[in-house]
């Protein structure tokens, strides 16, 4: 049984900071872990992944520069860290593990467990 749990959320003002955490309790290693938001009345998007072997990140272009992906193997868990937030960056945020190779780690179906979000709010 995998467990992913997220953290971190909260209330900033435009141009601040906030760093989102996110545990994966399992058996073995997730492949790839990913960042995903999700805006009311919006998709679900990617924001950012890593693979935990390599270490390779990956970023969409509208984080790119200001968010940062990182990873703590021996605590299984990995973070956010967000600056130079903007109030079009509000959204849920979503931590997922995936399990297997994907050219896609942005994209949803890259991985099948997900945590229950954490909620990022930032004002004008």
């Known amino acids: 049984q995998v467990q992913v749990v997220e953290s971190g959320g909260g209330s900033v003002e435009t141009g601040g900071s906030l760093r989102l955490s996110c545990s994966c309790a399992s058996s073995r290693p997730a492949w790839s872990m990913g960042w995903f938001r999700q805006a009311p009345g919006k998709e679900r998007e990617g924001v950012a992944a890593?693979?935990?072997?390599?270490?390779?990140?990956y970023y969409a272009d509208s984080v790119k520069g200001r968010f940062t992906i990182s990873q703590d193997n021996y605590a299984n868990t990995v973070f956010l860290q967000m600056n130079g937030l903007k109030p079009e960056d509000s959204a849920m945020y979503y931590c997922?593990?995936?399990?297997?190779?994907?050219?896609?780690?942005?994209?949803?179906?890259?991985?099948?467990?997900w945590g229950q979000g954490t909620q990022v709010t930032v004002s004008s």
């Open positions: 997922a593990a995936g399990w297997q190779w994907s050219p896609r780690l942005l994209a949803r179906d890259a991985y099948s467990d």
């Open positions: 890593i693979v935990t072997g390599t270490g390779n990140t």
